[in-house]
């Protein structure tokens, strides 16, 4: 199930009675502390403020709002991923501060820790096996960014022809999960910096021809 995909029932009748856009953001503070399971429909509703039937009216079910959620968190307090990789004129550069911006944007203490997509999908069983399914596109989507901006580099000349991508982007993806998990257990800013640093440590270079990339 593509995040996207997800229909998302717009109310009918009467106009809604709360800030539709501000209970979104209280669910997916709900859902991004409890995991998607754990997250009761009182304790979304009491974070929401609003009732149960306001929020079946106007967000269709639990799971629409998790999708939902997963989206805004997406385009929001995550939305540091995609633009590192975008805006950075190297390969190493993106990473390094996709790494970086992490370190700081999981710890910061006005959301709760870690990566919400990382750690909703610690928290699925198999009754929840279609979330996991879209929390795993969404996942894999990332993963094919950092692979695409490596490629990108070795065809730059900023590593070596042999390099293989996949691998590559699977290592740092798997240091970010890390970071964030590290982070949910109480790691500080400056200890997954470290982590970060340490990771592109392994960095391949292309030759000593090729200057070190601050």
Known sequence: MEINDAKVCKPRGRPLSFDRDKALEQA???????????????ELTAAMGITAPSLYTA?????????????????GP??????????EPTAHGAI????????EELTRPCHPRGCMVVMAATNCSEASSHI?????????????GLRCRIEQGIRDGELPAKTDAAALASFYSTVYQGMSIQAKDGAS?????????????AWPSAGPTTKETA
């Open 28 to 42: 997916m503070h709900v859902f991004w502390q409890r995991g998607y399971e754990a997250a009761s429909i009182a």
């Open 59 to 75: 967000f269709g079910d639990k799971e629409r709002l998790f999708l939902e959620a997963i989206e805004r968190y997406a385009l």
């Open 78 to 87: 995550a939305g540091g991923y995609p633009r590192a990789l975008e805006e």
């Open 96 to 103: 390094k501060r996709l790494l970086e911006e992490a370190a």
């Open 132 to 144: 996991q399914a879209a929390l795993a596109k969404r996942r894999a989507a990332a993963d094919s």
């Open 189 to 201: 800013h400056e200890s997954l910096l470290a982590t970060a640093a340490a990771a592109m440590r």
